[in-house]
């Protein structure tokens, strides 16, 4: 009935532009018409192809001096058809990265001016303590902080609005009406209490800004970690460290209760893929050296291009990535428990500050360690300190009930946030 729908529509577009030019046609989310054709499954002629094949035939159209410019966005280039990237069409790729600290303020200005802003509230120090975010998470701190404001009945959108709002964005609203017994607080409290006291010791580390057990969103519990500025690169010790930080809660649960918990499980499955990534992909292997085997077991398979995986490497390559994973793995996790071991002092104070008051910040945290904050620390918390809550890298447990038992997920490179949290129990999410 609607057959040829999607092609004479793209005409009357076309047609439209011309009768209207000078005039500019922007098509959002272009892979949803543009993907690959014909894969070789179920035919190569279906409804998408027609509109596909009308696109491209109004392209080959297009003259200078009509006077139209074409636009598209995708954030899967990787699997638009090469017809229509080649030169004479969509040739020119302008990739939109993750905003760095000027552009988070710009794109905070220009959502913040529907909303009225409190005197405290300075957008400048928000940008500066949001590292990670894009566009729709800045929009949305503004939109959750105008409504803790409106539930509120408040004149304007205060400052401690914003801190509650990007928490929010970043790992769910706090949920104080969820009932946990004592023995498992003081599992929670352990486990953030470890990745704190790791995260504090390890020289390459992101600063943790504050730990809380209260539960927020899925999570029981998460330590925030704030990068001091914007990074573009990773070194080898920098992702050694956040192999052991990721560690630092199964190990305090084991150094303290002489037993583990699934409140680990995404920590481990984060570990193991941050060092498979560094071995397989990134050369940081001593044994294997500086090379690059892309195993593409977290990639899912798209039938316009791959029909079937192929491997490039041998099985007794495969089994050394395996032993040089496992090693790192177990390395980083023997570094934890030596950390908390040498701290277990300090660790146990944590707990107990945890348990008492549910949030601990960082400079509370500095004071049962001892440590007195550098130079470039002290700047920064100058500029931020208005900002309790920030995001982050990506260290965080994300606690969704599957969890407890992993399965194979989109990494949300997503641009990281850094949170490190605790999973909840299946059975009290069914209850």
């Given at each position: 009935m609607f057959v040829g729908v999607g092609a004479a529509r793209v005409r009357d577009l076309f047609n439209n532009a011309k009768q209207n030019a000078p005039a500019i046609i922007f098509i959002d989310e272009l892979d949803a018409v543009g993907r690959r054709r014909f894969a070789g499954i179920g035919g190569g002629h279906d409804e998408r192809e027609q509109t596909l094949n009308q696109l491209l035939i109004e392209l080959d159209g297009f003259e200078s001096k009509q006077g139209i410019i074409l636009m598209g966005s995708t954030n899967r280039p990787d699997v638009l058809d090469p017809a229509l990237t080649r030169p004479?069409?969509?040739?020119?790729?302008?990739?939109?990265?993750s905003p760095d600290m000027k552009g988070r303020k710009e794109i905070l200005e220009v959502h913040a001016k529907k909303v009225k802003m409190g005197k405290d509230v300075d957008l400048s120090v928000i940008a500066k303590s949001t590292p990670g975010f894009v566009g729709a998470d800045l929009a949305n701190v503004i939109n959750e902080a105008a409504i803790l404001a409106a539930r509120a009945d408040k004149a304007a959108v205060e400052n401690r609005d914003i801190e509650e709002a990007v928490e929010r964005v970043m790992a769910g609203p706090q949920r104080k009406s969820r009932v946990i017994s004592e023995q498992e607080k003081k599992i929670i409290a352990a486990h953030e209490a470890g990745h704190t006291i790791v995260a504090k010791r390890c020289k390459h580390s992101d600063p943790v800004h504050k730990v809380s057990i209260i539960p927020r969103g899925p999570a029981l519990g998460y330590t925030m970690q704030l990068p001091l500025e914007d990074k573009y690169?990773?070194?080898k010790s920098e992702i050694l460290d956040k192999l052991t930080v990721?560690?630092?809660?199964?190990?305090?649960?084991?150094?303290l209760f002489d037993e583990i918990t699934t409140g680990a499980s995404d920590d481990l499955s984060r570990t193991t893929a941050y060092a498979r990534k560094m071995v397989a992909e990134l050369g940081m292997s001593e044994k294997l050296g500086p090379i690059s085997v892309h195993t593409g077991e977290d990639d899912e398979v798209f039938l316009g291009r791959d029909i079937s995986r192929h491997k490039n490497y041998s099985e007794e390559l495969a089994?050394?990535?395996?032993?040089?994973?496992?090693?790192?793995?177990?390395?980083?996790?023997?570094k934890a428990k030596n950390i908390l071991t040498e701290n277990k002092a300090a660790l146990e104070m944590l707990i107990a500050k945890l348990l008492e008051k549910e949030v601990v910040e960082s400079d509370e945290i500095d004071g049962i360690l001892g440590i007195k904050k550098t130079q470039k620390e002290e700047t920064s918390e100058t500029e931020i300190q208005p900002q309790n809550s920030k995001k982050?890298?990506?260290?965080?447990?994300?606690?969704?009930?599957?969890?407890?038992?992993?399965?194979?997920?989109?990494?949300?490179?997503?641009?990281?946030?850094?949170?490190?949290?605790?999973?909840?129990?299946?059975?009290?999410?069914?209850?």
């Open positions: 004479g069409r969509f040739d020119r790729h302008i990739n939109v990265p690169l990773t070194t990721l560690l630092g809660g199964r190990a305090a649960e084991e150094i089994r050394e990535i395996d032993n040089e994973v496992s090693l790192l793995v177990k390395e980083s996790y023997r982050e890298e990506e260290t965080v447990s994300q606690n969704n009930e599957e969890e407890l038992f992993p399965k194979e997920k989109e990494d949300n490179n997503t641009a990281g946030k850094s949170i490190f949290t605790f999973p909840e129990n299946k059975e009290e999410n069914n209850g």
